[in-house]
């Protein structure tokens, strides 16, 4: 019975560990040459769920004629790819008649934070795991 429990925790806290941490909400937009900038830092930083990767996408557009730019950062599916992504977004900005010149790319990465590590997470982990362990056994 220990063993089962140990098993199901060990699996659980394996998926927990897996979540990859990226930056979402963040990034900067500039029409007309005004820019606006909201950083990255450390209370733009969640947890994808299960699945998902992190994304840094970059939109390129005139809106009546007036260029514009967004880039942004968050968590995405990982079945997504560029083309997927983007073609999406242009099939809806078509729709408004006032958007011309679309660019679109979008860079996936697979781990936190696309430069960091996870250390606290994992020594968590660690902790909890080997609590566990010696307190099952």
């Known amino acids: 019975m220990n063993t089962s429990i140990l098993l199901v925790t060990f699996v659980t806290l394996v998926t927990i560990g897996n979540c990859l941490r990226c930056y979402?909400?963040?990034?900067?937009?500039?029409?007309?040459?005004?820019?606006?900038?909201?950083?990255?830092?450390?209370?733009?930083?969640?947890?994808?769920?299960?699945?998902?990767?992190?994304a840094s996408e970059k939109y390129g557009f005139k809106i009546l004629g007036v260029s514009s730019e967004i880039e942004m950062k968050a968590c995405t599916p990982k079945s997504s790819t560029v083309n997927v992504v983007c073609d999406a977004l242009k099939e809806?900005?078509?729709?408004?008649?006032?958007?011309s010149d679309w660019e679109c790319s979008v860079n996936f990465c697979e781990t936190d934070l696309c430069n960091s590590g996870h250390t606290t997470r994992i020594s968590l982990f660690?902790?909890?795991?080997?609590?566990?362990?010696?307190?099952?056994?």
């Open 24 to 54: 979402s909400g963040c990034g900067k937009s500039s029409v007309a040459g005004e820019t606006i900038e909201t950083p990255c830092d450390s209370d733009k930083k969640m947890d994808c769920a299960g699945g998902e990767v992190c």
């Open 126 to 137: 660690v902790l909890v795991a080997g609590a566990l362990f010696y307190g099952l056994f």
């Open 92 to 99: 809806v900005v078509s729709k408004t008649g006032i958007v």
